[in-house]
């Protein structure tokens, strides 16, 4: 009989967002506000639809069907990808690599590197990086990771680990904090790896976001950044892909380590691992480049970024205090002082039918916070603000503050 892998006992807590899925099952036929998880809410634009279409119907005729593609994506999409953004730093399409998105990529990348590893997480983060590490056990009771502090007394920036890492997870803007690493924060980071020999695995899911001027869209904006780090991108919040699947990584080949090189070892692993994007996912990721649905898509960011900061002004002016929602669609809400972050998500689900995610479920520094998210509709937002000011005016949340 095999041995099942011991290191999933060590997972000491159930998958946050099918904790969440569990607990508001039962409040189901209530009319929920879900603020929760944070899936897109707008339908995916028509003619991304048609792209993919017509790319499944050439799979219908002989002269057109496509069998296998390659592994690391198909060139058009990687000649799309680049001339958007990348080709400006100098990249070429072996250094693009297509994915299902991010979790798929962010969560196997360390499987490149030799444990031991000192890993090094920002908390609070987004939970599926340390629970990889734990499932391959490069986390444990004795490998702890280096938790980068990014608590409000910090503004929400990580703190600079005081120790020699090798593996830096950073995601900006930030899942849950909404907070995003200004030009001068994410530079101290790439000096630091520089330095260190630290490896930077840059989560960009929310990059569409951005609004700040000073607020850097790629890491390799930063000088001598392609020697440190690889940058993980989607089309699922910019372009409404959650249910398609989409995404690609930028994996520079600058990177050596020991006569080894990064790049090559990545594409030896997808080569392994992956048999390519599907081919019509990959004509319709290819769409959202189209200029004209770059521009409808900007308006759809616009849309959730709107409801964002209606939804964090309405709180703010019924006294409540929020961080995060200008270069994300997440909402950082303190809790009132009486409740933990549990606490204050089953107080909001039983009694007003609202659903959060808790802070302290992203890591022990978001305790005292619950993350609440702008990717709404209109309607969701005016709900939402409707139970907020039942909830204010009851007098529960000025008790308990
Ligand atoms: N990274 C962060 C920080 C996220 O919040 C999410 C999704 O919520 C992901 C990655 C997963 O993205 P994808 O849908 O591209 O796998």
Request: proline share 5%; glycine share 6%; aromatic share 12%.
């Amino acid at each position: 009989m095999p041995n099942l892998n011991s290191s999933f006992s060590h997972l000491n807590h159930r998958y946050l967002f099918s904790l969440i899925s569990e607990k508001i099952k039962p409040f189901q036929h209530l009319d929920l506000v879900n603020l929760g998880i944070g899936d897109i809410a707008r339908p995916l634009l028509k003619p991304i639809a048609d792209a993919i279409s017509l790319a499944v119907y050439e799979m219908t005729s002989l002269e057109t069907i496509r069998g296998y593609g390659p592994e690391t994506g198909y060139s058009f999409l990687k000649k799309a990808i680049l001339k958007d953004e990348y080709q400006k730093f100098g990249f070429c399409e072996d250094e693009i690599f297509i994915s299902e998105g991010i979790n798929p990529e962010i969560t196997v990348f360390h499987e490149l590197f030799q444990a031991p590893l000192k890993v090094a997480l920002q908390d609070p983060s987004y939970p599926a990086y340390y629970d990889t590490h734990v499932i391959a056990g490069t986390i444990d009771s004795v490998n702890r990771p280096c938790f980068l502090n990014t608590n409000h007394d910090l503004g929400f920036y990580p703190e600079l680990p005081n120790e020699k890492v090798d593996l830096i997870y950073l995601c900006s803007p930030n899942n849950p904090t909404g907070a995003a690493l200004t030009k001068k924060e994410l530079k101290k980071w790439v000096d630091y790896a520089l330095k260190n020999e630290s490896i930077i695995l840059y989560d960009g899911a929310y990059e569409a976001f951005i609004t700040s001027e000073d607020v850097p869209r790629s890491i390799f904006e930063i000088e001598n950044s392609k020697k440190c780090a690889v940058e993980f991108r989607s089309f699922s919040k910019s372009a409404g892909f959650t249910g398609l699947r989409c995404g690609y990584t930028v994996c520079p080949i600058d990177i050596n380590f020991s006569k080894m090189n990064l790049n090559q070892l990545w594409t030896k692993y997808k080569t392994i691992r992956s048999n390519g994007v599907s081919y019509p996912i990959q004509r319709g990721a290819e769409k959202t480049f189209d200029p004209q649905i770059q521009v409808a898509l900007k308006e759809q960011i616009q849309s959730y970024l709107k409801q964002t900061k209606y939804l964090k002004t309405a709180l703010n002016e019924m006294g409540l205090e929020t961080f995060g929602g200008t270069d994300a669609p997440f909402i950082f809400l303190k809790t009132p002082q009486s409740y933990n972050s549990w606490q204050f998500f089953d107080f909001l689900l039983e009694e007003f039918g609202i659903v959060v995610v808790p802070g302290s479920g992203f890591g022990q520094h978001g305790e005292g916070y619950v993350r609440l998210s702008g990717l709404i509709t209109e309607a969701t937002f005016e709900k939402a603000k409707i139970k907020f000011e039942t909830l204010v005016k009851s007098g529960l949340y000025e008790a308990h503050h």
